[in-house]
């Protein structure tokens, strides 16, 4: 009866039974990444984004007087767990939740803080995050519905193209984004002559580079990841492609360009948050970022950071923790570095919960990326 | 006199049923996992602890049962006729694969099913007309029983868990049989099984199809459980993870699964303390685990439990002497 | 045309750092019934060495061999010693678990104790282009080429042409009767897992330049190594190199002319192919079924 009472024991302690108190003094702000797996790129930067800001603020007095508390989940890009995990800190009822990163796991984890009524402020970019009447999920990014016809805009007008290529990353980010493209194009009346699927961690590009030149299309869009966007444009250089290759952050990205060896020379797109930007408050933050973590943070590290400072702002401007109040003022906001330098940029956030922000047409020129023209705001 | 695993089988008994209700949601929902888990493992089980056959299929089979439970409850059929069907198309799907796959030794089944695995994510990812792609499907509704929804988090612990119950007692049947004899014929001498007129492949196949169709099965109850599915959770990593399951509670023991499962469910979480590097600690412990006990936490205790009788023995036999 | 060409010798390059890997997968196969699911995390490890030890201070080459010395030590001596040894009497089921363990644990230590982010890797050649027959042919693909045919090279003439690797040759079709004969079957063993150790270090330093080092490359090394391994047959180092290069081809011209969604598809059905119709591969010998 010792063994069987030990053993149940045991089994509680695991799942929890004892369950943390928070102190009064803190409040809770849980995070759910993907620290391993396919996305542990994105995720690890929006983590050490986030904790940066975290530590920043908690230097500072914390919000309202009550110092940051946070827990970092992993869901292992792994939606089912990415659920399980959400469902965990909900049981300790956090203020507000950060994360995933990854649409699919944002979209399940979206069914469970919206019956909670807990916000979340995500970093995901598929269309279909913000067009599910959520009134509790807010982007950190453009979403895909809104990068991609200032792209296909881009191409009708910038490069005046009649026919386009796609190579695209087969996941979910990849996927969103080539649906969104295809259907701007066709509403601008150009046409997708060649489509071409990649996969995720993909090394070779040389089948994909020739279908490609058989294509023979005005213009070719990359929508690939970081490392995957380098591979593929050494392989372009090698084999000849004379088109212009446009791309989104991902593909004009300082470390795409290292990556890349050269090969990136004359790429250019759009770029939505990019430590790039000729803003003194971005670049001053990205130089912080190297400093203490040792690298280039990605867009996801910008991500991560302000969503901190707009927690920080709108809590301070309801004056009190209230989940609820927070997700309804939100809607509809704008927030200038002015009232809150954190946020790097000025932002504005709608019904939807999508977000409008200034964005960038960028080239590789010399190596570096330089910013060509700077895009309003959609609202403007 | 009582056997003390009988003691420890009503003791686990009892904690399952009266443990969810001093849990929180999120750990019912770990521990109907663990049940989901436990049949789709009781069926790699029966492919590799009695028939011998080393499967990487397992992972698919749960895909392709939760998938198909998926698409017709969401197209309006009843959810047990759903059920019945993933199992089912399993069995076939597993008898088909068997067939020809099983004719190989080992090894090569290993790397056929591994095959099979990954050539179901793709069919999965890539035919968005029929899964919905890479995007999976989502808002997967949970079953309602007469008017009992099992929504809530602990009614469907008690279904997952009446389920399991239903099917591991139709297992110990089925092992108690004639024909359960022959598949622990087959695993411990295939060669002698034959020369003594047992159809070996036969029985082998009808294994590896009745563990494809718990896997299936369990499928169909992944699906309503995490109310989203999409191809990634049902490549390789499932299948691994499955395996390790299976052998670190005791391949061949009845209830080895169970005690696998709850392993593989459980440890993730509590080396998730060591925030970050819990991933490493579990590889590591695992190998761990295999160096101290290769025959599994069963055949451990089993281990044990010889060694403790026979220093009772003598004991005994004086007590039997001094009457 | 020249597309098709292009393709071939894109195609070869890869094949050749399959055909590497699968040596020594086979090898290791062969003499002590191991099948090695952490051989791509094999591949994806010494480069950090290499690295480590360029970030303490050493330049490329004394990196290179430092990185491949430990290579041995570590994932042949110490991988045969404290896991295989100690598994191999359980059977082969706990001992594919642990690989299968080693693996998952390979790749989080790199991704903790290194980074999640692809590493930039030193290339033995400069990344030029060359053009060879109206294709183009990356000066590093063919040094990739180059230093895996004359490693294959040598270690044909090594298995073939001298007493050592004939008596490990032995060992590994017979070991009860390499035993009888005389030859010290445990330290063949050992020396075909410090090969393997060798093998995958220069594998790594082959392709970690154009992969970059990253955490996540055993994966898709480790499955191209099972397929060719596979397909070419497990007998003979020979169907390895062959099974390398096929898969290297047929997976660029599968990807080019047939479709990119399904891409991955193909090696897999010629795997279940070759596995049901020809187990021994297409250029093994069948084997004698022992009692």
């Known amino acids: 009866m010792v063994r069987s009472a030990l053993f149940a024991a045991v089994v509680a302690a695991a799942l929890g039974l004892a369950s943390p108190l928070y102190a009064q003094s803190t409040v809770y702000i849980p995070a759910i990444l993907e620290l391993s797996g396919a996305g542990a790129v994105s995720g690890t930067n929006f983590r050490d984004g986030m904790l940066m800001a975290i530590d920043e603020v908690n230097a500072k007095g914390g919000i309202l007087g009550r110092k940051i508390k946070t827990d970092l989940l992993d869901t292992q890009s792994d939606a089912g767990i990415s659920r399980a995990q959400l469902q965990k800190v909900l049981d300790n009822s956090p203020y507000v939740v950060l994360g995933p990163v990854f649409s699919g796991s944002v979209l399940v984890d979206m069914l469970l803080t919206q019956q909670a009524e807990i916000p979340e402020i995500v970093g995901g970019e598929a269309a279909a995050i913000t067009q599910k009447g959520d009134p509790y999920v807010f982007r950190t990014s453009f979403g895909q519905q809104f990068s991609m016809p200032k792209i296909a805009n881009y191409i009708r007008d910038g490069i005046k193209a009649k026919t386009v290529a796609v190579l695209w990353v087969n996941n979910d980010f990849g996927k969103g984004g080539r649906d969104n493209f295809v259907k701007e194009m066709a509403a601008r009346n150009i046409k997708v002559v060649a489509d071409v699927s990649t996969e995720s961690g993909q090394v070779d590009f040389a089948a994909d580079v020739v279908k490609l030149k058989a294509a023979n299309a005005d213009a070719i869009f990359v929508y690939t990841n970081e490392e995957e966007s380098a591979r593929f444009l050494r392989e372009a250089k090698k084999q000849g492609i004379t088109a212009p290759l446009i791309g989104e952050t991902t593909l004009l990205g300082q470390k795409v360009i290292e990556l890349a060896q050269g090969a990136a020379e004359g790429v250019h797109g759009h770029v939505g948050l990019t430590v790039d930007a000729p803003i003194p408050a971005v670049k001053d933050f990205a130089e912080r970022f190297k400093k203490r973590f040792n690298y280039l943070c990605d867009h996801n590290g910008i991500k991560g950071y302000t969503a901190v400072y707009i927690i920080k702002y709108v809590t301070e401007k309801i004056g009190k923790f209230d989940s609820k109040l927070f997700a309804e003022t939100l809607h509809g906001l704008t927030i200038t570095p002015k009232d809150e330098p954190g946020v790097l940029m000025e932002v504005s956030f709608d019904k939807n919960g999508d977000l409008d922000r200034e964005s960038f047409l960028g080239e590789v020129v010399n190596g570096q990326q330089k910013i060509v023209a700077i895009l309003p705001k959609l609202g403007k | ?323 | 045309m020249t597309s098709f060409v292009q393709l071939l010798v894109s195609g070869l390059a890869t094949g050749a750092i399959y055909a590497l890997i699968a040596v020594g997968f086979t090898l290791v196969w062969k003499t002590s019934q191991t099948i090695n699911f952490a051989q791509g995390e094999f591949v994806m490890l010494p480069a950090f060495f290499v690295l480590a030890a360029m970030d303490a201070g050493a330049p490329f080459w004394l990196a290179a061999a430092i990185g491949i010395a430990l290579s041995v030590v570590i994932l042949g001596l110490l991988f045969k010693v404290a896991i295989v040894d100690p598994m191999l009497k359980y059977g082969v089921l706990p001992l594919v678990i642990s690989t299968i363990a080693l693996s998952l644990f390979l790749k989080e230590g790199a991704k903790d104790f290194y980074s999640a982010l692809g590493q930039p890797f030193p290339a033995l050649v400069p990344a030029t282009d060359i053009r060879v027959l109206g294709t183009v042919v990356s000066a590093q693909s063919l040094a990739v080429l180059a230093v895996a045919l004359v490693t294959i090279a040598a270690l044909h003439v090594l298995l073939n042409k001298t007493r050592l690797g004939r008596a490990m040759q032995a060992t590994a079709q017979n070991p009860t009767l390499a035993r009888i004969l005389g030859i010290p079957v445990q330290r063949m063993i050992l020396l075909t897992f410090l090969i393997n150790g060798a093998l995958v270090a220069i594998a790594s330093i082959l392709v970690s330049p154009i992969y970059l080092a990253k955490f996540t490359n055993g994966e898709t090394l480790g499955m191209a190594a099972f397929i060719a391994a596979i397909i070419g047959g497990f007998n003979e180092v020979r169907g390895a190199i062959f099974g390398g290069i096929i898969l290297g081809v047929l997976d660029n011209l599968s990807a080019a002319y047939i479709s990119s969604q399904y891409r991955g598809a193909f090696p897999l059905l010629i795997l279940v192919a070759v596995i049901l119709v020809r187990p021994h591969g297409l250029l093994g010998r069948a084997e004698e079924r022992t009692i």
């Open chain 2, 1 to 323: 006199m009582i056997r003390p695993a009988t003691i420890v089988l009503v003791a686990a008994a009892a904690i399952a049923v009266v443990a969810p209700f001093f849990l929180k949601p999120f750990g019912i929902y770990l521990i109907s996992m663990w049940a989901v888990l436990t049949v789709a493992a009781i069926g790699l089980n029966l492919t590799i602890g009695y028939a011998g056959q080393v499967s990487l299929a397992q992972g698919a089979f749960v895909g392709i049962g939760a998938y198909t439970v998926a698409l017709m409850t969401q197209a309006g059929w009843p959810y047990p006729l759903a059920f019945v069907a993933a199992g089912a198309l399993c069995f076939a799907v597993g008898w088909i694969l068997g067939y020809p796959a099983l004719r190989v030794q080992h090894h090569y089944l290993a790397f056929v099913t591994l095959a099979f695995t990954s050539l179901v994510f793709l069919v999965l990812r890539n035919e968005e007309w029929l899964t919905g792609g890479t995007h999976g499907i989502n808002g997967i509704a949970r079953p309602v029983f007469f008017g009992w929804s099992t929504g809530k988090p602990l009614d469907f612990y008690f279904f997952s868990v009446g389920t399991l119950t239903v099917l591991s007692g139709a297992m110990w049947r089925m092992l108690r049989s004639p024909w359960g004899r022959a598949f622990v014929a087959l695993r411990e001498n295939p060669v002698r099984a034959l020369s003594l007129g047992v159809d070996t492949r036969r029985y082998t196949l009808m294994a590896f199809a009745i563990g494809s169709s718990l896997g299936g099965l369990a499928g169909a109850l992944y699906a309503p459980l995490v109310q989203f599915i999409e191809p990634g959770s049902f490549a390789l990593g499932l299948s691994f993870n499955l395996l390790l399951m299976v052998i670190v509670g005791g391949s061949g023991y009845f209830f080895g699964p169970f005690v696998g499962a709850l392993v593989a469910v459980l440890l993730p979480e509590w080396t998730r303390i060591a925030q970050g590097y819990y991933l490493l600690i579990y590889a590591a412990l695992v190998m761990l685990m295999m160096a101290v006990c290769p025959s599994g936490l069963l055949g451990l205790a089993a281990r044990a439990a010889k060694a403790l009788a026979r220093r009772q023995l003598p004991a005994l036999r004086a007590e039997g002497a001094g009457r």
